[in-house]
Every structure is written in structure tokens, then in C-alpha cells.
């Protein structure tokens, strides 16, 4: 029969707990057990004052942070309506039925002032890290890295050509604060200083974007993420906003190693990376820190037309030489100088020439230089280093490092279509670190959870 009609009906007390409506294989429930924000008070008193009105807990931001970046809420508006109605959001938020929730705006404050000041987010990744190594899922031994293209928040359509955009004319007091932050990048080498290239196009709003074609498609305004990742379980251990071009992606590889070896003591055996990162000067300053570079060599010595390339010639380093198939030398000096003046030229590039005596009469001239009176071979100032790469890559420990090295790229790919983070929704430099900083943060807080679950309870009869 037709059951009695449900009304509304207020009572005056309630016997509720969030805790028992919170599914026990929620996500968030395993991830809560890893996030630890004891230090974060300690880490923030010197930037409150010691009166006036009392604020709201940074903790709770900071969860509230995470619960977006871990379940992909990408708008602060929405993510205060989804804390607000839903129960799970709120038991990870320390939250009761009857808190308030803070308004959206209270986030764009302190990320802007307290959060920036004390680098608050660089900290919370770096505890994340921190726990990752203490629970094992990082050895130190091989690390990979690699960049991925972020778009900015940047109206293309908005851009002045490179001959119309003059920093000079900004005045620092009145631009807005993406501006005020490309400006003081200007010499960054992740920025502004990381090419002397200017780019074709620029974006008022956001000046430190870069405009780059590199998908092949439409240009766009774009910022680059740059991880570096332990191979065992894919935890970042650590990641750079930079601009997208290919030296300051090189260049970040350089300062996350740097910056690995100062805070975690992690220095690795070897290093994977694409072509990208296998210039001669990379390549040296891996090898001069006892890092195996396991990365594709930068080579364009090789010919198209049949004869001898670089290859072909044996390296006699002992006596500074190439010698060719023939068993001719090829020297960069004939003679010695007494003037210390004389010698190369500076610019880490050698050349090891034949005599040309010696090659007019050699029955192999055809196939080495047909179009030259003699032959010569550049040497680069790092070759030494590229040699060590290329005798690497006939290891079976390259092939499997070749395989390893997707796992970066699987991470770029749950970054934006599980996460969502296929445009930037802050501007300016700062606002791309503190987005990639907490993606971060929420792609190793997953692959804590996804390794170390949560335990299944018994519900209550």
C-alpha cells in the first residue's frame, strides 16, 4: 500500500557523525593518513600579527587546497560550494555540519602574501617527498626528467609582436602583478635570461608565458612543468616552472638535482631523458658529478653523402689527435707556441686538421673529402662526455632505461586528464609554480594512497 507522505520536520537535537558516512575505501581517506600539516603553525607564526582579528586556520586551506588539486576542482568557487555539500570534503577538512566554510576570495589572499612569503607550498611538497622516502618508494638510484607544456591563461588573440613590446616603458608601481613578476624575472635563468631569442608574440596579461608552436598546431602562450621523478614508484621528487623553450627545460634538470642533493641528500646513479637534454654541456656537467647520463646524444656530425663522418676517425687522446681509417693523423697544432695567446678559439669547439699533402695523395680521398684539399674534424668541448653517453646507449641498461623513462610522461598525461591541469588558471611566474607545486603534491599523495590503501573497517550493526 502507499506509504505515508515524508515531510521536513525540524528536531532539536541530532545524533550525527561525518565520520560514519565517509565510505571507508573513499580516496580521501587514504590520502588523509599521509598528509601531515603539524608544522605547518610553526612554520607560519612569523607571518601573522600578534593582534587584531584572529584568522582562519592555515590548515584548513591547505586541505581545502588538496581536496582540489587531488579530485580535480579546479575553480576555488566551486571547490568552497563542494566542500560545503559534500560530507567526505568536509570530515577531510576537519570540518563539523555547522563550520562555515571560507569564501573563495580568502585563498587568492594568502596565496598572493602569507602562502608566497613563506614559501609554504615548496614546504608542503618537500614533507610529501619527505614521506615518500621514509615509506620506501624512493631509492635515489635513477631519476628521470622531463617537461611538459602547460597553457597559460592568456588570450592569444591579445598579443603585441616582440617590436612593439618595450619593458622599459612599464612602470613597475602601476602594472598589474603578473607584470610586476615577469620584470623581476628578467634575469631568471628559467625566464627571462634563459634565451636571447625573444619570443614573436607576447601577452600583455601575462608577459612570462611563452609563445611557442612545439605541438605542431596553433601557437599558444604556454608555461612548461618540469619533473623529476625516482623510476622505482614514480614519486616526483621534485618540479620547476619555467618558461618553454628547450635551455631553461635543460637548465631546470640542473637546479632539481641541486636541489634534491641539498634537502633530501639523494644523489643518483643515473639520469634518463630525452634528446632534448643531450647537448655537449649537459652531458659534461652530468658526467663531471659522477651521473651516467642515459640520454640520446645531440649529434650532428653524421654525413649524408656517403663518405667518412666523425665516426669513422679513432680518438687518440693521449696524443690530442683523430687518425683516420687510413692511419693518418689529423692534428690541431703542427707546432708549439710559445705565445699562451695562441691556441683555440675560446668558443669549446676544436679543429684537427690533416696535411694536405698527405691527402692529395691518399687513395681514400673520394671517400672522405672529395670536395676539399685536406680533411678536418671539429671537436666539441664536452666530447669527451658524449662519448660516455654514446658507449652507454649499447648497454642493456639503456633499453630498459628508454622504458622507464615514459613513466614521466604517464605523469604528465594523469596530469591533465585526471587532474585537470591542462591550462594554468593563476598568472605569472608565481602562479605557475604554486599550481604545479600542489599538482605535485597531489599526484604523490595518490601514489601514496594507491600503494598503502587505507584499511577496510567492519560497519557498526
Given amino acids: 500500500?502507499?506509504?505515508?507522505?515524508?515531510?521536513?520536520?525540524?528536531?532539536?537535537?541530532?545524533?550525527?557523525?561525518?565520520?560514519?558516512?565517509?565510505?571507508?575505501?573513499?580516496?580521501?581517506?587514504?590520502?588523509?593518513r599521509f598528509v601531515d600539516l603539524s608544522s605547518i603553525r610553526h612554520h607560519f607564526a612569523e607571518f601573522y600579527s600578534h593582534t587584531g582579528r584572529p584568522?582562519?586556520?592555515?590548515?584548513?586551506?591547505?586541505?581545502?587546497?588538496?581536496?582540489?588539486?587531488?579530485?580535480?576542482?579546479?575553480?576555488e568557487r566551486r571547490l568552497c560550494e563542494e566542500v560545503h555539500l559534500n560530507l567526505a570534503y568536509r570530515w577531510f577538512c576537519r570540518?563539523?555540519?555547522?563550520?562555515?566554510?571560507?569564501?573563495?576570495?580568502?585563498?587568492?589572499?594568502?596565496?598572493?602574501g602569507r602562502f608566497r612569503d613563506s614559501d609554504l607550498l615548496r614546504h608542503l611538497f618537500e614533507t610529501t617527498v619527505a614521506r615518500c622516502i621514509a615509506d620506501g618508494l624512493v631509492s635515489g638510484q635513477r631519476f628521470a626528467a622531463d617537461a611538459s607544456l602547460i597553457e597559460a591563461d592568456a588570450n592569444k588573440q591579445n598579443s603585441t609582436p616582440k617590436e612593439d613590446w618595450d619593458t622599459s616603458a612599464i612602470t613597475p608601481q602601476d602594472a598589474p602583478r603578473a607584470v610586476r613578476e615577469y620584470l623581476d624575472v628578467l634575469d631568471d635563468a628559467a625566464f627571462g635570461a634563459a634565451s636571447e631569442v625573444e619570443p614573436k608574440f607576447t601577452s600583455p596579461s601575462d608577459p612570462a608565458s611563452q609563445w611557442t608552436a612545439a605541438?605542431?598546431?596553433?601557437?599558444?602562450?604556454?608555461?612548461?612543468?618540469?619533473?623529476?621523478?625516482?623510476?622505482?614508484?614514480?614519486?616526483?621528487?621534485?618540479?620547476?616552472?619555467?618558461?618553454?623553450?628547450?635551455?631553461?627545460?635543460?637548465?631546470?634538470?640542473?637546479?632539481?638535482?641541486?636541489?634534491?642533493?641539498?634537502?633530501?641528500?639523494?644523489?643518483?646513479?643515473?639520469?634518463?631523458?630525452?634528446?632534448?637534454y643531450g647537448s655537449g654541456p649537459m652531458l659534461g656537467w652530468l658526467v663531471d658529478r659522477k651521473i651516467e647520463p642515459h640520454i640520446p646524444v645531440i649529434d650532428k656530425a653524421g654525413r649524408t653523402d656517403g663518405t667518412w663522418s666523425r665516426a669513422d676517425f679513432e680518438w687518440d687522446a693521449e696524443n690530442d689527435q683523430y687518425v683516420c681509417p687510413e692511419g693518418q693523423s689529423l692534428k690541431q697544432f703542427?707546432?708549439?707556441?710559445?705565445?699562451?695567446?695562441?691556441?683555440?678559439?675560446?668558443?669549446?669547439?676544436?679543429?684537427?686538421?690533416?696535411?694536405?699533402?698527405?691527402?692529395?695523395?691518399?687513395?681514400?680521398?673520394?671517400?672522405?673529402?672529395?670536395?676539399?684539399?685536406?680533411?678536418?674534424?671539429?671537436?666539441?668541448?664536452h666530447e669527451d662526455a658524449r662519448q660516455v653517453a654514446r658507449d652507454i646507449a649499447k648497454t642493456k641498461q639503456y633499453k630498459i632505461s628508454m622504458r622507464l623513462r615514459?613513466?614521466?610522461?604517464?605523469?604528465?598525461?594523469?596530469?591533465?586528464?585526471?587532474?585537470?591541469?591542462?591550462?594554468?588558471?593563476?598568472?605569472?611566474?608565481?602562479?605557475?609554480n604554486d599550481e604545479f607545486l600542489?599538482?605535485?603534491?597531489?599526484?604523490?599523495?595518490?601514489?601514496?594512497?594507491k600503494i598503502f590503501p587505507a584499511p577496510q573497517q567492519m560497519r557498526k550493526a
Fill in 1 to 32: 500500500m502507499l506509504g505515508p507522505k515524508q515531510e521536513a520536520q525540524g528536531a532539536l537535537f541530532y545524533e550525527f557523525s561525518i565520520d560514519d558516512h565517509v565510505p571507508q575505501d573513499h580516496l580521501l581517506r587514504s590520502i588523509d
Fill in 55 to 75: 584568522s582562519i586556520d592555515p590548515e584548513l586551506l591547505i586541505r581545502m587546497l588538496l581536496v582540489g588539486y587531488c579530485l580535480g576542482i579546479r575553480s
Fill in 95 to 112: 570540518l563539523d555540519l555547522a563550520d562555515p566554510v571560507p569564501n573563495h576570495s580568502t585563498f587568492s589572499k594568502n596565496r598572493q
Fill in 215 to 276: 605541438r605542431k598546431g596553433p601557437a599558444f602562450f604556454a608555461y612548461s612543468t618540469n619533473y623529476l621523478i625516482d623510476t622505482d614508484y614514480s614519486v616526483i621528487v621534485d618540479v620547476e616552472a619555467t618558461r618553454s623553450i628547450r635551455q631553461a627545460e635543460v637548465r631546470s634538470v640542473r637546479t632539481m638535482l641541486g636541489r634534491v642533493k641539498d634537502t633530501f641528500d639523494l644523489h643518483p646513479e643515473r639520469i634518463i631523458a630525452d634528446t632534448a
Fill in 334 to 381: 703542427r707546432r708549439n707556441y710559445s705565445d699562451p695567446n695562441r691556441g683555440p678559439d675560446g668558443k669549446g669547439v676544436a679543429k684537427y686538421r690533416a696535411l694536405k699533402l698527405t691527402c692529395q695523395t691518399c687513395p681514400s680521398k673520394a671517400k672522405c673529402c672529395p670536395n676539399a684539399d685536406f680533411r678536418s674534424i671539429t671537436r666539441e668541448e
Fill in 406 to 432: 615514459k613513466k614521466v610522461e604517464m605523469l604528465f598525461a594523469h596530469l591533465k586528464r585526471i587532474l585537470g591541469l591542462g591550462r594554468l588558471r593563476l598568472r605569472g611566474p608565481c602562479g605557475a
Fill in 438 to 449: 600542489l599538482a605535485a603534491t597531489a599526484q604523490n599523495l595518490r601514489k601514496l594512497a
